[in-house]
């Protein structure tokens, strides 16, 4: 359950009644999520039928100075045709607000749901859904460092201490060491950049059959290497959840879906194991912090940073090292 802080009908009527969007008629915490506190509230105008909307207050890993890059990012790529949800200005025209010292923002509902088994349909359509974001984006011009990059990956490891690791699994310790030292010293420097999700996981997609719908949760996204999203993207929707199965067919999909709306350069296609190998550093990073540092009684569970562990080392083994490579 990620409601972190509590808003009664009547903090919640004042706050809807800064926007011009009419008045409450109801509200319900929603229990997804893990950064955030979101609310779906139903407002209604006179005479006119009630409008959903979803209302997001930042909690501590949001930071309230990022939040023009993420909400203006919402709005540049929904001018443009993207699935992403435009964002409520109040009436004196803010993308967000205050409420009791936190900063929040109402968003427009989008339909549809996370699939929890893609089928290469939609694997398909996510591809290309993130190409179309690529391309929008390229007109943004606002930049955002990445501030989950290989610097905060060994800041989070290093932290987790190589104890920390072998109590998760006895062989994480060796796994990270090895891995950091591979990606420290290959990491490309020269290829395309702009701007990425950074997070583009099942739970952040919406869905009907197999469009999309919603591409969510911006809150990740920064300017850094434009093929790292693929990978990014490839480790969260071509494996089981826990990490053991790779499925070939999502994979083939999710590339041939990019492709359909930009091409991935030769240098991209072939920095992508490694890309891949990063992506997975990345996760597990930072589910290995929580797991180790989240207090028993948290509202939101740890997710299993082996599951991150298992994909790296299948895209660290040279047996896939065809894998990034163009099919027939
Ligand atoms: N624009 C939206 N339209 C419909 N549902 C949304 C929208 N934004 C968020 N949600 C719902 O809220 C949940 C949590 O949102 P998310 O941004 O992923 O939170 P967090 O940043 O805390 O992980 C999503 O899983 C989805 O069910
Ligand atoms: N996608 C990350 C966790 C980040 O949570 P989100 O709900 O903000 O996407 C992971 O799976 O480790």
Redesign the pocket.
């Known amino acids: 359950m990620?409601v972190y802080t509590r808003l009664g009908a009547e903090a919640l009527s004042a706050i809807v009644a800064e926007f011009d969007i009419g008045a409450l008629v109801s509200a319900k915490g929603?229990?997804?999520?893990?950064?955030?506190?979101?609310w779906?509230i139903e407002a209604r105008k006179p005479g006119r039928d009630a409008t959903?909307?979803?209302l997001?207050m930042y909690?501590s890993?949001?930071e309230t100075g990022d939040l023009p890059f993420f909400l203006g990012l919402l709005d540049h790529l929904a001018a443009r045709g993207c699935p992403?949800?435009r964002t409520i200005h109040d009436r004196e025209n803010r993308a967000f607000r205050h409420h009791d010292g936190k900063a929040l923002a109402l968003?427009?509902?989008?339909?549809?749901?996370?699939v929890d088994e893609p089928t290469p349909a939609q694997a398909r359509a996510v591809g290309a859904a993130l190409a179309q974001v690529h391309i929008a984006a390229a007109g943004f011009g606002h930049e955002r460092a990445n501030s989950m990059g290989l610097a905060a990956w060994q800041g989070l490891l290093s932290a987790c201490g190589a104890d920390g690791l072998r109590a998760i699994h006895p062989e994480l310790a060796g796994i990270v060491e090895r891995e950091l030292a591979v990606l420290a010293a290959r990491w490309p420097r020269d290829l395309p950049r702009g701007v990425i999700h950074a997070d583009l996981f099942p739970?952040?997609v919406?869905m009907l059959g197999d469009a999309v719908t919603?591409l969510?949760?911006?809150?990740f996204a920064c300017t850094d290497i434009t093929a790292y999203d693929i990978a990014v993207t490839h480790a969260a929707w071509c494996f089981s959840n826990d990490g053991t199965r790779f499925r070939a067919d999502l994979s083939h999909a999710l590339l041939t879906g990019y492709e359909a709306v930009r091409p991935i350069s030769g240098p991209e296609r072939e920095a992508l194991p490694l890309l891949a190998r990063g992506a997975a550093m990345r996760f597990l990073a930072t589910r290995a912090y929580d797991w180790l540092n989240t207090p028993a009684d948290a509202l939101v569970t740890p997710k299993d940073p082996m599951a991150f562990a298992r994909r790296l080392e299948f895209y660290a083994d040279p047996c896939n090292s065809e894998l990034f490579r163009k099919a027939d």
């Open positions: 990620a929603i229990a997804e999520g893990v950064s955030n506190s979101n779906l959903r909307y979803i997001t909690e890993r949001v992403v949800p968003i427009e509902f989008l339909p549809g749901v996370s739970d952040n919406l919603g969510i949760d911006f809150y």
